[in-house]
């Protein structure tokens, strides 16, 4: 994953507008949840979500890489962070909102993981709870065999970050080259990112077999679509 570029991630996705995401993703909680005040961001990578959920809740964050976790530990001072991965982590306590967003889902790469990690987010909610999670591309909305190129420039660092993206069965896969220079050097490496493909069907069928109703909302934080899934009010 970002095993490379984990120090330049916050960088890479610096025009991402997380305020905003966030801002509207507490919208929809309160509606739904107005009493949640406890919040678990799984897959929270450097804590850019969880910035700001902090303002409104009292969050925790879980993500398998250390070297994001260790930027979101400085981010977010104060905050209980959990190296694990979504699939199977086990935590002492529950959630009123559980959230897995940016795609990060996708990393799971199958559909029995990502079942597994839907099961694994449901039985860490409390009743009544809810698990938003924000999906990567379905199958038939993925693009393939084309090229895509990502420019960053700020004061003493310059990155361009170009991938090519194809397509191996039920996965997205991306080739990503990135050039980055600083006033010391300039260094080119490399990483390959390999995304699972769901259908909504697959996903929905995962948070019905949790034991969570599920809705999906087309649109989502970032146009990538959010299932909304909520447990039992007497859940257990």
């Given at each position: 994953?970002?095993?490379?570029s984990?120090?330049?991630?916050?960088a890479?996705?610096?025009?991402?507008?997380?305020g905003?995401?966030?801002?509207?993703?507490?919208?929809?909680?309160?509606?739904?949840?107005?009493?949640?005040?406890?919040?678990?961001d799984v897959?929270?990578g450097?804590?850019?979500?969880?910035?700001?959920f902090?303002?409104?809740?009292?969050?925790?964050?879980?993500?398998?890489?250390?070297n994001?976790l260790?930027?979101?530990?400085?981010?977010?001072?104060?905050v209980?962070?959990?190296?694990?991965?979504?699939?199977d982590?086990?935590?002492?306590?529950?959630?009123?909102?559980?959230?897995?967003?940016?795609s990060?889902?996708?990393?799971?790469?199958?559909v029995?993981?990502?079942?597994?990690?839907?099961?694994?987010m449901?039985?860490?909610?409390?009743p009544g709870?809810?698990?938003?999670?924000?999906p990567?591309?379905?199958?038939?909305?993925?693009?393939?065999?084309?090229?895509?190129?990502?420019?960053?420039?700020?004061?003493?660092l310059?990155?361009?970050?170009?991938?090519?993206?194809?397509?191996d069965?039920?996965?997205?896969?991306?080739?990503?080259h990135?050039?980055?220079?600083?006033?010391?050097?300039?260094?080119?490496?490399?990483?390959?990112?390999?995304?699972g493909?769901?259908?909504?069907?697959?996903?929905?069928?995962?948070?019905?077999?949790a034991?969570?109703?599920a809705?999906?909302?087309?649109?989502?934080?970032?146009?990538?679509?959010?299932?909304?899934?909520?447990?039992?009010?007497?859940?257990?």
């Open positions: 994953m970002f095993t490379k984990a120090p330049f991630y916050d890479l996705y610096n025009s991402v507008d997380y905003r995401a966030t801002a509207q993703l507490h919208d929809l909680i309160q509606r739904q949840a107005p009493h949640a005040s406890t919040l678990l897959g929270c450097t804590g850019r979500h969880l910035q700001h902090r303002d409104w809740y009292e969050v925790e964050g879980l993500d398998v890489d250390g994001l260790a930027a979101a530990r400085t981010r977010c001072p104060g209980t962070f959990h190296e694990a991965s979504m699939v982590f086990e935590l002492p306590r529950r959630f009123d909102v559980i959230t897995c967003l940016f990060a889902i996708g990393y799971v790469q199958t029995e993981n990502m079942s597994k990690a839907i099961a694994t449901a039985e860490h909610l409390n709870g809810l698990l938003l999670v924000e990567w591309f379905e199958p038939d909305h993925y693009w393939e065999d084309t090229v895509t190129a990502n420019h960053v420039e700020q004061a003493d310059r990155i361009c970050w170009m991938y090519s993206s194809k397509r069965g039920s996965l997205s896969v991306l080739h990503i990135y050039l980055v220079g600083t006033p010391d050097h300039v260094e080119h490496f490399q990483e390959e990112h390999r995304i493909l769901f259908t909504r069907g697959e996903t929905i069928a995962a948070f019905t077999a034991g969570l109703s809705t999906f909302d087309p649109e989502g934080p970032f146009k990538r679509g959010l299932y909304i899934g909520r447990a039992a009010a007497g859940s257990t």
